[in-house]
């Protein structure tokens, strides 16, 4: 758009500093600028405007079009740059989210470990206390054995222990 302005502004202006040359309209009164319109003034114009359509085509165009190049790499480096941010925010967030459910996973996985052995313990000790009372009646009925066996011998040996305090003492055998 800027490029093209130029096309229509040069001829105006051109034509303004004409009239500005002969606005006066009286031969007496100098101006400043002093244009004699004569053959020369179209050809310089034809050669201004062959000059801008050959700088048009050959210097603005190629360097238009090398800068358009130059904003389109420019956007598609930032397209990919963002794709590229896009992909590593995504895989950021895959990666914590695996790693946040790793964690539950372990904790859950901790939490089994440690009620497990914690019911172990319990039946363990369940069990234990289940067979005190057993441990203890055969205890029990173990010493309640050697006690009787013991009773039995003691009294065989009272029976002699007496007859010999006994006979020590009256000095005679007794019977």
Do not use: C, W
């Not at 941010?85 to 440690?114: F, G, M, P, T, W």
């Amino acid at each position: 758009m800027k490029k093209h302005l130029s096309f229509f502004f040069f001829p105006l202006f051109f034509l303004n500093s004409i009239g500005v040359a002969f606005a006066s309209g009286k031969p007496e009164e100098k101006s400043l600028v002093a244009v004699v319109p004569d053959i020369t003034l179209i050809y310089q114009m034809v050669i201004f405007l062959a000059l801008v359509f050959l700088l048009n085509i050959l210097l603005y165009k190629p360097i238009l079009s090398i800068i358009d190049r130059r904003k389109k790499q420019l956007e598609e480096s930032e397209n990919e740059i963002k794709l590229f941010n896009e992909s590593v925010e995504k895989r950021v967030a895959e990666y914590e989210e695996k790693l946040k459910l790793a964690k539950l996973k372990a904790s859950d996985q901790k939490k089994e470990i440690i009620q497990e052995g914690a019911n172990q313990a319990k039946n363990i000790v369940d069990a234990v206390r289940s067979e005190i009372p057993v441990i203890a009646r055969e205890f029990q009925q173990k010493m309640d054995k050697e006690v009787d066996r013991a009773k039995l011998i003691l009294d065989g040996y009272s029976k002699e222990l007496s007859l010999q305090i006994a006979q020590k003492i009256l000095g005679r055998p007794v019977q």
